[in-house]
């Protein structure tokens, strides 16, 4: 196992990896005081578990994060801070998302633990819930929905995977239709609506003359939890994004 420490205190990166060293005795730590020399050992050295600080000189630890997940997918984040109210505020981590300073043998294989059960644990999530990591589905109340045609769902990840850009129908249609008519794009928009009606869930689209999006603010998400850089999340994610569809193959590329 190979293990990636980035702390920009040296005084506190020693600390940190002997702490990691005394609960992995057997794995290779990679430790560093800039973010720079991280990147650098990115493409040469295949990590498994990553210790970050949350304030690395000019880079946070959530945006080196999701470059350690760009190049490494299984890869584990674990976020390291002495700023409580910060973290959470920002971050809304659980306990195996993060260490308070300073850190412990005892709190570093308190968080591997956690970390290993959260491979097999799969919360059942409240209201609408939508998963992008892995194939691409919509849940409410912990069960897949069924209502939608394989056009209007895959309509529905396309806007998801937009983020909450309000697209036109010619954009749509060019990327996920073939060029279909505006007709096509009516029908299957059509199809969309009625399905999350049927749910109570309209009130994520935005709507108008030729335009469709998604209310990021109002869709619980795996992808948008990703993009806000909270940790689960950048642990959730081990390389594959809405493998059903070809068009989101470039999204992590």
């Not at 981590?93 to 970390?115: C, Q, R, V």
């Not at 892995?134 to 929905?145: I, K, L, Q, S």
Request: include cysteine; charge should be neutral; charged fraction near 25%.
């Amino acid at each position: 196992m190979r293990v990636l420490a980035v702390e920009d205190e040296v005084i506190l990166l020693k600390h940190l990896t002997n702490r990691i060293h005394e609960a992995l005795p057997e794995a290779e730590i990679l430790a560093f005081d800039n973010t720079d020399d991280a990147l650098a050992v990115l493409p040469r050295k295949e990590i498994s578990i990553a210790f970050l600080d949350i304030a690395i000189g000019n880079m946070n630890g959530v945006d080196l994060a999701k470059r350690i997940k760009a190049a490494y997918p299984a890869c584990d984040i674990v976020f390291c801070t002495g700023y409580s109210d910060y973290a959470v505020q920002a971050f809304h981590l659980g306990a195996s998302d993060y260490l308070m300073k300073p850190i412990t043998k005892e709190k570093i294989e308190h968080a591997l633990s956690l970390l290993r059960e959260n491979r097999l644990y799969k919360p059942v999530e409240q209201g609408l819930y939508i998963r992008c990591f892995g194939e691409f589905e919509v849940f409410y109340h912990g069960v897949p929905v069924t209502v939608f045609t394989k056009r209007s769902k895959e309509l529905l990840a396309y806007l998801v995977n937009k983020a909450g850009t309000v697209c036109s129908s010619a954009d749509i249609s060019n990327a996920i239709f073939r060029g279909s008519s505006d007709s096509y794009f009516r029908v299957v928009k059509r199809d969309l609506v009625k399905a999350l009606s049927e749910i109570g869930q309209e009130d994520i689209l935005i709507k108008g003359w030729g335009v469709l999006g998604v209310r990021r603010e109002k869709v619980r998400c795996d992808y948008f939890d990703y993009l806000d850089g909270k940790a689960e999340a950048l642990n959730r994610y081990k390389g594959a994004y809405m493998t059903q569809y070809s068009w989101a193959a470039a999204v992590f590329v």
